[in-house]
């Protein structure tokens, strides 16, 4: 199962990938949830009797003419590791972790798949990092490691958008303030239910800039797996359905590079994972610049 969030008239609504097409999830069943994260408080039952019901729906979307927002526009929380490639720690200096470094975003950054990134008119280093996203699946705290992978809904590419300047050079190094800005969470297009992920920890991850690849790793070169992420993070606060966890980014950012590389208006932003899709932004000014 695959899901996307559309834009329509009548607002956000959650849809199914059906053949080639966005099916409009209410003209469907008309008692589903309109959104994807309602759609996920069902459980599995409840997806799979809202998925048959896609092939009678009569309202659909051609997806090159669609809009689409971030699979899950309305996430209570969203979650992000820090360093959470071996590679990237030691190309940006600090100590490989030991335990899960994390920091947060508002849902105010999020944006979706053919949208655009704004430079803010506060900062000159804007850089880029590639990521998998975990969607969580079910509510739940103290969840042990063996059980985990129960608790996922699916996957989703991320691009983890970053003001190192704000992000590093400010009192306390506060990563937050550098990494939330309207529009530095893009994720999509879809939401790829874990039913199509045999493996999350064996796909390719590769980000291009303007056609150049920047970024080119695996999931496999993880710290701090899936499930490992997901028993760590339920210690401290309960995860719900529709919570999105970025799960750090690999070696090649920008700001490793010699010169760095900042992203300028203009740029055209893919960042592609085996399975999940590609995820395509282009970069503009701040207006109020």
């Known amino acids: 199962m695959r899901w996307v969030t559309v834009l329509t008239e009548h607002g956000p609504r959650a849809c199914g990938v059906w053949q080639g097409e966005y099916v409009d999830v209410n003209a469907a069943a008309p008692d589903a949830p309109s959104s994807v994260r309602g759609l996920l408080e069902l459980g599995l039952a409840g997806q799979q009797r809202v998925w048959e019901a896609l092939e009678r729906g009569t309202k659909r979307y051609n997806p090159a003419q669609a809009t689409l927002l971030a699979p899950i526009p309305d996430p209570r929380k969203i979650i992000c590791l820090g360093l959470n490639y071996r590679d990237h720690a030691i190309e940006s200096g600090m100590d490989i972790p030991t335990e899960p470094i994390l920091f947060s975003k508002y849902p105010s950054a999020l944006i979706g798949h053919q949208a655009e990134i704004v430079l803010p008119a506060v900062s000159d280093q804007v850089d880029y990092e590639a990521e998998m996203v975990i969607v969580v699946g079910r509510k739940g705290r103290h969840i042990p490691t063996e059980q985990a992978m129960e608790y996922v809904a699916g996957y989703a590419v991320g691009h983890d958008v970053s003001a190192r300047d704000w992000q590093l050079n400010k009192p306390g190094k506060q990563w937050m303030v550098g990494k939330t800005f309207d529009t530095f969470a893009p994720v999509g297009p879809e939401l790829v239910m874990r039913d199509e992920v045999p493996d999350p920890h064996a796909l390719g991850i590769r980000l291009r800039l303007n056609g150049q690849t920047m970024q080119d790793s695996s999931t496999s070169q993880l710290i701090f797996r899936v ?34 590389v900042w992203l300028k208006a203009g740029d055209v932003v893919e960042v592609e994972i085996d399975g999940l899709g590609t995820l395509r932004n282009t970069v503009k000014a701040d207006s109020q610049a």
């Open 227 to 260: 499930d490992e992420t997901i028993a760590y993070l339920s210690k401290i606060f309960t995860l719900e359905p529709g919570d999105l966890i970025f799960t750090g980014t690999p070696p090649g950012v920008g700001m490793a590079r010699k010169p760095p």
